[in-house]
């Protein structure tokens, strides 16, 4: 096979130009997919004292909850997480808060919708097979691994693989960019667990092909956007943005994409898709916690519901530290806050401003509780509500814990180190994955690339990428922890179909000579070998961050 494309195919690739394509696109869709297939059949934990099927507290959080989910029809997980059994299933990614029976219960900190829908599939493999989760866990979880990792990583290849025949490059690069997908990415290390990740991803990928069909579909011989484009364009966006919240610079330009386009076919496919999941999320959510908001945004106080005035606020305050509850503050309290077997414990939050001293009052019958607050400028007190479901008890993430904490999750506390080591230091996207150098030029080459008229894709990607790296770098000292601990910065996976098809342009240009074909491949064997260092655990730190440490850098 030549490594041009006849003119003619570039221009509006006819019927013996795409069945030339696809005899090869078959080959790496297949070999991946299988190959994923494999690795979810023997999915197993060896760095485990025990033998799991999970891989990290981030996974056992989804799973405990399509356990109790799918086996009581509740999302509270205390007894899923009880010790003693013969699979760990605890998890640091939990929170605690009331229940509809009125008392503490822990929940996922995760968002319930991917897991609620996960656990449906459970209920149907228990009701074929009669196996659950709890007596035959391997089973049961490569099984749905299979079914909710490995088919829909198929349709991101062929989506990806439709996505490339829609624009005006050479056969080389078409391959060239395939193979990166199939085998050059995180996203098939991240295929033997349960995260958010993959399922962004893959609805990263149908948006972008829905987009380019919409944006394109006017073109000679390329196929007119239907209002099924517009609903899946509409749908994988959402259902990106419900896994991944950054993914909303990603919808916002769909849906602008989608009216520039067709008003018409926006307001009756595009916008019913995008409320349907939205309408999923918040609805689980709700169902899960009572709330329309997040487990994961609860890390702090809630209302103010009274604030009490005393005359001696320093012998308020000494009580308070010897964990008594004053009269002083007792008799005013709200009538549901007189706890009749009150105990109280100094606050335990990292992020409590220096000026505030707070202390939690617990119910030991109930375990309900709240919180009492006193900012030093004044001499009254504030009673407040719960709302930091991460302070509770033994929590991971309480401020005494903190020198327990891997060091990862105590933080970067230099910005300038953080973005360094994010882009090309010890868990760079460039210095893991350097086939994104030539996405990166391809961002900009498509910008000025007027034949490909993919000049709006290009600004886009590399506003969408930047709004991001910027998001992260710009969070606060203890959410700049590259992710915890993962074998990369697993918070942009959800961009790489984007940045495979701004690769195009690049690796079109490069493939045109011997030394560009070598460059090329040189990268892309880096990054596979990146990607295949930790495919049997992709909750593992960076190959390159195990090498800093040992030297100590």
């Keep these: 096979m030549s490594q041009t494309t006849d003119p003619a195919c570039v221009s509006e690739l006819p ?80 929170v605690q808060h009331l229940g509809s029976d009125g008392r503490m219960h822990a929940y996922s900190s995760k968002p319930p919708l991917l ?35 490995a088919l829909p990583w198929g349709m991101f290849l062929f989506f990806l693989a439709k996505t490339i025949d829609c624009i005006a490059v050479r056969d080389w690069s078409r391959y060239f960019v395939l193979g990166c997908a199939g085998f050059g990415t995180f996203l098939t290390t991240f295929s033997v667990t349960l995260s958010n990740h993959l399922p962004a991803a893959i609805a990263t990928m149908a948006c972008v092909y829905a987009l380019l069909r919409i944006s394109r579909g006017q073109e000679t011989r390329l196929p007119k956007a239907t209002w099924f484009t517009f609903f899946l364009a509409g749908l994988s966006a959402a259902f990106a943005f419900a896994n991944e919240m950054p993914a909303l610079s990603l919808f916002v330009i769909a849906f602008v994409v989608c009216l520039i386009q067709s008003p018409p076919r926006t307001m009756t496919g595009f916008v019913p898709a995008a409320a ?105 007190f504030q009673v407040r509500q719960r709302g930091n479901w991460y302070e509770y008890p033994r929590s991971y993430w309480l401020a005494s814990n903190t020198a327990n904490r891997s060091p990862v999750d105590q933080g970067e506390p230099d910005q300038l180190a953080y973005t360094f080591h994010v882009l090309i230091g010890h868990h760079g996207i460039v210095s893991l994955t350097p086939i994104w150098i030539l996405s990166l030029a391809g961002m900009i080459s498509l910008c000025f690339a007027a034949h490909l008229k993919l000049r709006w894709f290009g600004f886009a990607s590399i506003a969408i990428t930047v709004a991001v790296i910027a998001f992260y770098v710009s969070r606060p000292e203890i959410d700049r922890n590259y992710g915890g601990q993962c074998s990369g910065l697993r918070w942009t ?61």
């Excluded at 009538?335 to 335990?348: K, L, N």
Aim: proline letters at 4%; a negative charge; hydrophobic letters at 45%.
């Design 15 to 94: 019927a013996f130009c795409q069945q030339r394509h696809w005899s090869i696109y078959w080959i790496f869709i297949v070999c991946s997919f299988a190959l994923v297939c494999g690795k979810i059949a023997t999915v197993q934990n060896y760095l485990s004292s025990k033998e799991t099927p999970f891989f990290s507290a981030n996974d056992r959080s989804r799973w405990a909850t399509i356990r109790a989910f799918g086996d009581d029809n509740v999302f509270e997980i205390d007894d899923v997480i009880a010790r003693g059994q013969t699979v760990d299933w605890d998890t640091i990614d939990k």
């Design 493 to 553: 996976f959800w961009m790489i179909p984007i940045w495979l098809v701004c690769m195009l342009p690049m690796a079109d240009w490069l493939g045109q000579s011997k030394f560009g074909r070598f460059f090329c491949l040189t990268l892309l064997a880096i990054s596979v070998v990146s990607a295949g260092l930790s495919h049997l655990n992709p909750w593992v730190h960076p190959w390159l961050y195990d090498l800093w440490m040992a030297f100590d850098l």
């Design 276 to 380: 349907l999941v939205i309408a999923g999320f918040f609805g689980t959510n709700f169902w899960a916690h009572g709330t329309l908001i997040p487990a994961y945004a609860h890390r702090s106080d809630g209302a103010v519901v009274a604030t009490i005035e005393t005359d001696k606020p320093i012998a308020a305050i000494g009580q308070l530290e010897k964990g008594k509850l004053p009269d002083s503050i007792k008799t005013e309290l709200p009538e549901q806050y007189r706890f009749s077997t009150a105990e109280v414990a100094p606050g335990d939050w990292s992020s409590t401003p220096s000026d505030t001293q707070r202390w939690l009052v617990r119910d030991r019958i109930t375990n309900n509780q709240f919180v009492i607050a006193k900012v030093d400028s004044s001499d009254d």
């Design 115 to 149: 897991p609620t829908m996960v656990a449906y599939l459970y209920k149907g493999v228990k009701f074929f097979t009669g196996k659950t989760i709890t007596e035959d866990t391997f089973f049961v979880t490569r099984t749905l691994l299979l079914i909710v990792n």
